[in-house]
């Protein structure tokens, strides 16, 4: 056999077992070598009728593909299997338990009760998956009180008493600093030392794509440009106070509250500038809620949630 | 999460099987309900979708009868592979007493094997394990494919890649034909139950 047709061979019955084995990626790889094999030799009897075999290959694999994925959503379910399923969700309860609390924070927090909220997020300080999303919160909490430094002497408290994993304090470090520059505020916030364990040991270095679905980038302001109402044309800057995913939450002061005249429930904005601490993207919202904050520091102010639709 | 029922001298505890997608776990454990009926205890639950993929996970009860004067039985579970299911992958891990890592010999491969460990040591983390801790066991898997001339990854470059810093005991396998599979499962029963002693002290 020449050179050519092993290699052929080689490459083919590579891409069939990828393919017995559901590697769609790793077979439809296989048949594109194949072909690109074929198309450099140009005196071959059957060339054509060889890749257009190829082809209907590569279109079968796809369709497959598109096939199994459509499945996915509709598994028929065994008694038995349910059970196994509400077991291990059942089991997982309790972790659902503190985001749970999480969002019970936020939302105190959104109804101007900053020092109840920073109870809750506090109580949250010691589960080592909610620390960060915690401490971003309590920061939030001070800041909306007004109190930079507040926020300030917090990080530094959390710096000197060494509950905080250097890496997850760094995180939080860069997080206030980024606000407090764009306040305006001077600060030089010390950071932790990261240690070498810190960094992934070195043949477990390869960082996953991660399934970013549910992780949202902080964004700490966002610029709303009103399409209609009193204001229509206006271009206004609001600060974030709060974010849960992509629900973003502003404190609007009641000297500005006409500002919220434009703004009601369930109107879409199409025209949202977000700022976050690595780009600024424009994007569109729904307004979700405009409540009045009826007690604390903040009474009369206004709480404006609205959701990230696309950006 | 091994629960210990002391007055019963029972003990369960749960294994999974973790790796790529396609790298053969769900095969491991068909083999396993086929060639150890006397300990299954029950029948081997798969979630799958209409194409014979694992939509959520399979599950495989065991007992291994007496050790020592406790009823010893073993859940086995694998993983879903692909990333959209990550989220599955982390809670079929919740709880976990002992891993085995099912690595996929292909050449083409080798990348998804170590964002696999790598996944599997960040989603243990999240639940306060170390993957350099928890009782777990390798399997290079498909090495039956390099009598069809297939490409696949030397055992040596395997051992570099996956396990020069873990260290655990790897065994090299065919899930399909069954080699490799009970020893793979043995040793990690060996390693999760000796930690388990340690941990409960049950067989004074
Ligand atoms: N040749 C060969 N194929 C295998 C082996 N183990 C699994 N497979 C095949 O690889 C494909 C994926 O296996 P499966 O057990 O579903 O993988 P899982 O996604 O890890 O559960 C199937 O087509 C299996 O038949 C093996 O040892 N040798
Ligand atoms: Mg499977």
């Known amino acids: ?311 | 999460m091994a629960i210990f029922n002391l007055k019963k001298r029972e003990i369960e505890c749960k294994i999974v099987y973790y790796g790529p997608g396609r790298c053969g776990k769900t095969t491991n454990l068909e083999f396993i309900f086929k060639s150890y009926k006397k300990q299954v205890r029950g029948e081997m639950v798969s979630i799958n979708t209409e194409g014979d993929r694992t939509l959520f996970f399979d599950f495989l009860p065991m007992g291994l009868g007496k050790i020592r004067g406790c009823d010893v039985r073993v859940q086995l579970y694998t993983v879903p592979g692909q990333v959209k299911y990550s989220s599955t992958r982390k809670l079929v891990l919740r709880g976990v007493d002992g891993v085995v890592f099912v690595a996929d010999s292909l050449e083409v491969r080798r990348e998804k094997n170590m964002l696999s460990l790598k996944d599997l040591q960040n989603n243990l983390k999240d639940y306060g394990k170390s993957i350099f801790k928890i009782p777990l066991v390798m399997q290079y898997n498909k090495r039956d494919l390099a009598e069809q001339g297939i490409p696949l990854m030397p055992l040596e470059q395997m051992e570099r890649d996956l396990n020069r810093q873990l260290k655990v005991p790897s065994f090299p396998a065919s899930a399909v034909k069954g080699s490799g599979v009970g020893i793979t499962l043995k040793e990690c029963l060996k390693l999760t139950l000796k930690s388990l002693q340690k941990e409960f002290k049950w067989a004074q």
């Open chain 1, 1 to 311: 056999m020449s050179d050519f047709k092993q290699q052929l061979k080689a490459l083919l019955s590579e891409a069939e077992i990828y393919k017995g084995q559901g590697l769609v990626d790793e077979a439809k790889a296989k048949y594109q070598s194949a072909a690109t094999l074929i198309r450099s030799k140009e005196n071959i009897k059957n060339r054509d009728s060889l890749l257009s075999a190829i082809e209907t290959k590569i279109n079968q694999l796809q369709k497959e593909r598109s096939a199994a994925n459509q499945a996915v959503q509709s598994p028929r379910l065994s008694s038995k299997a349910q059970n196994l399923i509400k077991n291990l969700f059942l089991a997982a309860d309790d972790e659902g338990k503190d985001d749970a609390a999480l969002e019970a924070g936020i939302v105190l927090a959104k109804l101007g009760q900053f020092d109840s909220a920073i109870t809750e997020f506090n109580k949250l300080i010691q589960k080592d998956n909610l620390r960060v999303a915690a401490a971003k919160n309590i920061l939030q909490c001070h800041l909306a009180k007004s109190s930079e430094q507040e926020a300030i002497d917090q990080y530094q408290r959390w710096m000197s008493d060494d509950g905080f994993p250097p890496k997850q304090l760094e995180t939080i470090r860069q997080y206030l600093e980024e606000i407090l520059q764009q306040k305006g505020v001077e600060s030089r916030l010390p950071a932790p030392k990261l240690e070498p364990q810190d960094r992934p040991a070195a043949d477990l270095e390869l960082e996953l794509e991660k399934d970013d679905e549910e992780e949202f980038i902080d964004i700490t302001s966002i610029a709303i440009t009103f399409e209609s109402g009193p204001h229509k044309g206006k271009t206004v800057e609001f600060e974030v106070n709060f974010q849960s995913g992509n629900m973003l939450s502003l404190i609007i002061s009641k000297d500005e509250a006409d500002l919220l005249e434009g703004l009601d429930d369930g109107m879409t904005l199409k025209e949202i500038q977000f700022f976050s601490p690595i780009a600024i993207f424009n994007g569109s919202a729904v307004v979700v809620s405009k409540t009045q904050i009826k007690s604390g520091p903040k009474q009369g102010d206004y709480c404006l949630d609205i959701r990230i639709t696309s950006t």
